[in-house]
């Protein structure tokens, strides 16, 4: 995917758990879980402004970009050569 989620980066860098994020910004633990992990289709822009108040950060600090996103295969083989 070429949208990386940092949003694990700037919980550490708050030294904010990610249940208490959920917390603040009234959102389900899991839900805020399957964005942190990038699995998120996604976001609507009232609950990424609470992220960002809560966080102190830009939306830039918690999504990024990547112009040359590496696939990889989800079953890649592996070689016994």
Same mark, same amino acid.
């Not at 633990?29 to 964005?35: A, E, R, Y």
């Not at 999504?63 to 996103?69: E, G, K, R, T, V």
């Given at each position: 995917?070429?949208?990386?989620v ?8 708050r030294?904010? #758990? ?7 910004v009234d959102?389900t633990?899991?839900?805020? *879980?399957?964005?942190k *992990?990038? #699995?998120a289709?996604?976001? #609507?822009f ?6 960002c108040e ?8 918690i ?7 590496q *696939?990889?295969?989800?079953?890649a083989e592996?070689s016994?050569?």
């Open positions: 995917m070429a949208i990386i940092n949003l694990d980066v700037v919980l550490a860098q030294k904010m #758990r990610l249940n208490t994020l959920a917390e603040m959102i633990p899991q839900n805020l *879980s399957v964005l *992990s990038g #699995r289709k996604a976001i #609507r009232d609950t990424l402004e609470k992220i809560v966080l102190q950060c830009q939306p830039g600090d999504l990024a970009y990547d112009q040359n996103p *696939s990889t295969p989800e079953h592996v016994d050569d």
